[in-house]
């Protein structure tokens, strides 16, 4: 797997910033209180880190309510979460919520929102480009390719599993204007889930992490410090990813382990290009061909509106079970296949530095620079 060395940000149209020259006597030493929060990037990772969490986990929570009061299942949610109050020691009731649209769109769009004006502030407070946590006007070509390899994956996915007999085609269930109806909602909704996802662990907190491990780096390997950092990130950010889905219905071990291929999969994709927008064009893609086009469970959730009614057959370990074609072994195939895709459909970007922009400074109006 080639490694990319850090390049500085694109040389832009726009008059370079005056740079303060600086007034700190070279010895003095800074205060312990700014050493605790500042480090040579800036902002320690840690603090943007603790921030980021606890802002994203609030968002994760207001999107879920707003999920269930627009599927309309709020009242039953709230009823079962004060019987559990009530009653702690009692099995947990089991809220069985219809894997619609309204459910889906408001779970992911509310708290990507949410972390987009986040991350735009952290961009201000930290003087970095908003772009630097990876979705920003540049790449934005490589959202279709992402998702033309995508749907061309889970189709071959598809095919393979059923040209095995491990899938079984029942019925087209989705006839006429319903067809062009729900295809689009559920296109719409996974774009969202796309940029959620991604934006929550590959965004933020993969570039953060990155800086907050390069002294570790620095000793693995001093020479190749910031790509060693972005992988031990990466494989950190891969992981938390396949834990947040180990609460979806059906998950089996296999699966998890594809749900850590795949981070690691779009981790490769954020370093060849330098940005997100392969790995959601890919995201939006797969999902949507999983749950709209071919009907097959994603995750364990069956979609309401799907164009196939479809079930698995054959051992789990091949078939995907309940889980889905992601619960099978021959994904890993899959996985393996998408890292040639990216490095040879892909052209290399540009990773953004861990420094700090530097902070320009008012001059008085006569001495401002001419601008040809």
Known sequence: ?????????????????????STEPPHEHPSTVRHIFMGRFGLRAGWGIAIFVIVAFLLIVAGNFAALGASGHLREALADRAQVKAHPNAPRPHLDVPFTPALVFPNDALPFLGMVAMCWVFSKAERRRFGTYGIGSKRLSDLLPGAFW?????????FVLHSLHLLVFDARILFGPAIFLYGLKWLLCFLFVGFSEEYQLRGYLQYTLTRGVVGLAEIISPQRARPVAFWIAAVIMSCVFGLLHLNNPGENGLGILQVVLVGLVFSYALWRTGSLWWGIGFHMAWDWAQSFLYGVADSGYTAVGRLFQTHPTGKPLLSGGVDGPEGSILCCGIMLLLVLVIRFTTSPGIQPPLEQLPKPIDLPPDTQPAIA
């Not at 060395?5 to 740079?19: D, F, M, N, R, W």
């Not at 995508?150 to 598809?158: E, H, I």
């Open 1 to 21: 797997m080639e490694e990319f060395p850090e390049q500085p940000i694109a040389e832009s149209s726009e008059p370079a910033p005056v740079v303060a020259p």
């Open 150 to 158: 995508g749907l061309a994956a889970l189709s071959l996915l598809v």
